[in-house]
């Protein structure tokens, strides 16, 4: 599967923006789906994950209450709906996919992976 992620770019805190996803490929609802940030000189980490059939989602603790993962089959695509954004929010996001049914919160457990699309958040 190829992923295409979208919808990065500057906003002040306290503001929003969705990310996207689109995959092509091998069938989108046979992938869970991830998405993950790295800010500079950090390492990369986890922010959520959405099942194959979308009915099951798992967030970071720092992102929970304000991102919101999502899938839409239909169109072989997945988002993340940013609320509230601050500072620290400020890293370049990328999404991922894992065959499979389990949800990962794992960065080494998914093998395909989008090009970073960069959120800066400006306080």
């Known amino acids: 599967v190829q992923l295409q992620a979208s919808g990065g770019g500057t906003v002040q805190a306290g503001g929003s923006l969705r990310l996207s996803c689109a995959a092509s490929?091998?069938?989108?609802?046979?992938?869970?789906m991830g998405w993950f940030r790295q800010a500079p000189g950090k390492e990369r980490e986890f922010v959520a994950t959405?099942?194959?059939?979308?009915?099951?989602?798992y967030y970071a603790d720092s992102v929970k209450g304000r991102f919101t993962i999502s899938r839409d089959n239909a169109k072989n695509t997945v988002y993340l709906q940013m609320n509230s954004l601050k500072p620290e929010d400020t890293a370049a996001y990328y999404c991922?996919?894992?065959?499979?049914?389990?949800?990962?919160?794992?960065?080494?457990?998914?093998?395909?992976w989008g090009q970073g699309t960069l959120v800066t958040v400006s306080s």
């Open positions: 490929g091998r069938t989108f609802g046979d992938y869970v």
């Open positions: 959405i099942s194959w059939s979308g009915s099951n989602t």
């Open positions: 991922a996919a894992r065959l499979g049914y389990a949800r990962s919160r794992y960065a080494y457990e998914y093998p395909y």
